[in-house]
């Protein structure tokens, strides 16, 4: 059964078992068809075919906890909660916890006042958070016909991707994956930074240049590796290579230094670690200490809580990204729903194809650019628009919750 936006539904009593029934289009259905009544959690790690290098570290797997929730009609929703400590503090083991807790609470109810009391709590980690409002979305989006992005608000009709470049590519190695970029079509480009000395990090950067042309753009991102004495020397080159945004260059905390780099550099720069929630985004705006904010979902928890403070940093006169990190297809699936429905973004990369990262791909069918190059269209399946195949996600499994009926 679906349900779309225009129809109107009633909640009646069964004279003979006193249970609820759902009025659809002069139809009584059991309330039960349309409750959650059972919820699995999978804790995995799936390998990685090339490790995802930044100045922080080395992702060989992507870890998370992927969810199934199903309503009494059968109609399943996915979610994925991708926990990483360096960014929400949150771990698989305390994600799994989490999630335990709030599908125990929310089994039983329809998928609309599921969401509606997931986005309420304050005690949920932001990974379980988003991951179980993903798959609540899900079921939202196919009882009403309707692709995420349309629920959450379908702000605009083609989305243009940045493509990014490893931490640690030097030389021909650089080169050779640079090359690859420009044949797919990308024409904007994340370069990550940090994990080289100055003199080797210079050359990395005049030789993306020169690879890429004038016509692309580019943009770093040191992921605090730099102090502030280390970030002022590469000033110059920066812009002399014509780099478009420096995102995070120093600690999180250090607000003081970003504000006095901003003031010597007309490169806007971006703050990502140093904004973990509104009271950081408030102090980033009370100090000016930046030109741009990185306002991820799996920071945040929520859709309309980053949807409020996107509206926020956008007011301010920021301009606004919700970047992601290592996941599958399906975190990006979804990421794609928000690029498309919320309005206050200026950047996107999150929701670009992910699949062939991947030994394993858990999810069908695989993200895909359909508009040119390195363009997306609006999605227009309902839901999430794939599919979690449970066979594959099987064989990266660590740990596994079933809550409701087996």
Not at 180 to 185: D, T
Not at 300 to 313: C, D, F, I, P, Q
Not at 365 to 384: I, Q
């Amino acid at each position: 059964m679906s349900i779309s936006c225009g129809d109107t539904v009633t909640t009646h009593l069964n004279v003979v078992t006193r249970s609820p029934l759902i009025l659809y289009r002069g139809i009584c259905c059991p309330f039960e068809r349309m409750a959650i009544n059972k919820i699995e959690l999978y804790a995995a790690r799936i390998p990685r075919k090339n490790p995802f290098r930044t100045s922080r570290g080395v992702q060989t797997k992507v870890n998370g906890v992927f969810l199934f929730v199903q309503d009494g009609s059968g109609m399943i929703g996915y979610g994925e909660a991708p926990p990483r400590s360096h960014i929400n503090g949150e771990t698989l083991t305390s994600a799994m916890a989490d999630l335990t807790r709030i599908s125990e609470e929310v089994n039983g109810m329809d998928a609309t006042a599921a969401r509606e009391y997931v986005c309420s709590d304050s005690v949920i980690g932001p990974s379980a958070q988003i991951g179980m409002e993903m798959a609540l979305l899900d079921i939202i989006g196919q009882q009403h016909q309707k692709p995420i992005c349309d629920i959450i608000g379908n702000a605009r009709d083609e989305v243009g991707y940045w493509g990014l470049v490893n931490s640690d590519l030097c030389g021909d190695a650089l080169t050779s994956k640079l090359h690859k970029m420009i044949k797919r079509g990308y024409d904007q480009i994340r370069i990550k930074v940090g994990e080289v000395e100055y003199e080797p990090e210079i050359e990395r950067l005049h030789l993306a240049r020169n690879v890429c042309g004038d016509t692309v753009k580019l943009w770093v991102d040191a992921n605090q590796a730099w102090d502030l004495d280390h970030a002022r020397k590469y000033l110059d080159t920066l812009a002399e290579v014509g780099i478009v945004m420096i995102e995070q260059p120093l600690d999180a905390d250090n607000y003081e230094g970003h504000g006095i780099l901003q003031k010597e550099t007309d490169i806007p720069i971006m703050i990502d670690e140093g904004v973990q929630s509104e009271a950081d985004l408030d102090y980033v705006i009370e100090t000016n200490c930046a030109k741009a904010v990185n306002l991820k979902l799996l920071k945040l928890g929520t859709t309309s809580e980053t949807a409020r403070l996107l509206r926020k940093a956008k007011d301010a006169g920021f301009a606004t990204y919700a970047g992601g990190t290592a996941v599958t297809d399906l975190f990006a699936a979804f990421a794609r729903h928000m690029e498309f429905g919320l309005p206050d973004l200026d950047y996107f990369s999150t929701g670009v194809p992910r699949g062939s990262n991947f030994v394993d791909n858990p999810v069908t069918p695989g993200l895909r650019f359909d508009g040119k190059g390195t363009y997306a269209l609006p999605p227009t399946k309902p839901g999430l628009g794939v599919v979690l195949k449970k066979d594959v996600l099987l064989h990266h499994v660590i740990d596994k919750k079933v809550i409701g009926h087996e």
